[in-house]
């Protein structure tokens, strides 16, 4: 079985440009999560979608963070435009439902100078 | 406020060794708890899940303890190998109307020879 894939693996950009990450989830899995990871901290979420409707996006910042998942499969996390403090890893989660355990990807490290 | 703690933050053994890391949780409603194991670079990949009626479950030389009356939980690892060497996510599911996943910080294991 296929896990869930990110990409791209790592990033950087200067401060004030824009990115965006990709995550197809295992197949079948209608529930998709985005968490950052700051260096040394637990994954935070930033938005949860059940097939391609937002569920919770109450940690994101929607001023300059996005994200959709056209279809209830793949999705995109983008932010325009990047701030020094977003350097972090990306990670993109799925789950057969809401309550199942969670399968991470390997994550995008991003880097904002 | 949901928290969910753990100590100690990092932890360095001789490999054969055997050690325990602790997991406090200030969590309502609980569901249920789970350990992650996160080798650097990748993303979490789920070693056990207890919920409420379970005090102990184990994967291999991993065991996790789970007492809901203190709300404390700890994961012993038996004979470590030098692919312990990860940081190890406890998290605990809250379910109030929806469920949410609240992450402790980790602990970082260093295993050596």
């Known amino acids: 079985e296929a896990g869930v894939a990110q990409s791209p693996r790592y990033k950087i950009i200067e401060k004030r440009q824009s990115v965006a990450f990709w995550c197809n989830p295992i197949s079948g899995h209608a529930t998709l999560y985005w968490y950052q990871q700051i260096l040394g901290q637990g994954p935070k979420l930033l938005i949860q979608?059940?097939?391609?409707?937002?569920?919770?996006d109450s940690q994101l910042p929607k001023d300059r963070f996005s994200a959709e998942r056209l279809k209830g499969v793949d999705s995109t996390l983008k932010i325009q435009p990047a701030k020094l403090e977003d350097s972090a890893v990306y990670l993109c989660?799925?789950?057969?439902?809401?309550?199942?355990?969670?399968?991470f990807g390997p994550g995008t490290r991003l880097t904002v100078l | 406020k949901n928290q969910v703690e753990q100590s100690p933050q990092s932890l360095i053994i001789l490999e054969g060794k055997n050690c325990t890391l602790q997991?406090?949780?200030?969590?309502?409603?609980?569901?249920?708890l789970r350990w992650y194991k996160q080798d650097t670079g990748r993303g979490p990949v789920s070693l056990t899940i207890?919920?409420?009626?379970?005090n102990t479950k184990s994967n291999g030389r991993y065991t996790a303890t789970l007492d809901a009356d203190t709300k404390q939980s700890s994961l012993h690892i038996t004979a470590s190998q030098l692919s312990d060497s990860a940081s190890y996510i406890c998290v605990v599911t809250v379910t109030s109307g929806t469920y949410k996943y609240i992450f402790g910080t980790g602990t970082r294991l260093k295993v050596l020879a």
């Open positions: 989660a799925s789950s057969l439902d809401i309550t199942d355990t969670q399968y």
């Open positions: 997991c406090n949780y200030t969590v309502s409603p609980f569901s249920n």
């Open positions: 979608f059940q097939n391609n409707g937002v569920v919770d």
């Open positions: 207890m919920t409420f009626s379970e």
